[in-house]
């Protein structure tokens, strides 16, 4: 079975700019999660979809969005770039039900914003 | 809020040798799930072990076990035999129990392990 796929594994935008990175869970798994790690912030939770709705939201700004598709894929998209927003964005999927729900991460795409 | 915390920002251990790594957490909650993930430089995060707050043995995974002490809230993970390519960072994390609410981690700062041949 496949794991977690997050394309692409690499961007390089510049500020102001937008960007949208996609996140294939792992076949079967409804709930998807996003996380932005960087060396100052740590691993920050984003947003949580689970069957196409918005299940929970951490603090960020309107900038960050995201949505979730019928077949479970889900996209996050970050507007107006800042400097700040250099990071790499995990995603996670999971199986609802399992009781821990334990979430597998894909391996990030590194956005860099110059 | 929740809080998790890992106070030890790097580690070293020499190959074959045991070394514990800390995590304490703040939670009001009386039920819920820890979690020890390893990062190494390949960035996927993957999970080493778990632990469900309700079940008071220490969970276990081959060469790697905990020592899960809720009244304390403290939950340690030891590794025993290390081995090169234990060689990662090591994030602790909490996630509440309330099903059907919310898978989300909320994870402590890292410990970067290295293992010394």
């Known amino acids: 079975k496949a794991g977690v796929t997050q394309t692409p594994r690499y961007l390089i935008k510049t500020r102001g700019q937008q960007v949208t990175l996609s996140c294939s869970p792992i076949?079967?798994?409804?709930?998807v999660s996003w996380y932005q790690q960087t060396p100052g912030q740590g691993l920050q939770f984003l947003f949580e979809?689970?069957?196409?709705?918005?299940?929970n939201k951490g603090n960020f700004p309107g900038r960050f969005s995201g949505r979730q598709f019928s077949n479970s894929r889900s996209e996050m998209n970050v507007s107006t770039l800042e400097l700040g927003d250099s990071a790499l964005y995990l995603c996670a999927s999971s199986l609802e039900g399992q009781g821990e729900n334990i979430q597998y991460f894909g391996a990030g795409t590194r956005l860099s914003v110059l | 809020a929740q809080t998790v915390t890992q106070s030890q920002p790097e580690m070293s251990v020499q190959e074959a040798e045991t070394v514990t790594l800390s995590c304490t957490y703040d939670?009001?909650?009386?039920?819920?799930?820890l979690f020890w993930y390893k990062q190494p430089p390949s960035r996927q995060m993957i999970l080493v072990i778990r632990q469900e707050a309700y079940k008071q043995q220490n969970a276990t995974e081959n060469r790697f076990s905990v020592n899960f002490q809720k009244a304390a809230k403290s939950f340690s993970l030891k590794i025993s035999d290390s081995q090169l390519g234990d060689a990662a960072m090591y994030f602790c994390?909490?996630?509440?129990?309330?099903?059907?609410?919310?898978?989300?981690?909320?994870f402590g700062t890292g410990t970067l392990l290295a293992v010394q041949p």
């Open positions: 994390a909490y996630r509440a129990a309330l099903r059907g609410a919310t898978n989300k981690l909320i």
């Open positions: 076949s079967g798994h409804r709930s």
């Open positions: 939670t009001s909650e009386s039920d819920y799930y």
């Open positions: 979809y689970f069957s196409e709705t918005q299940r």
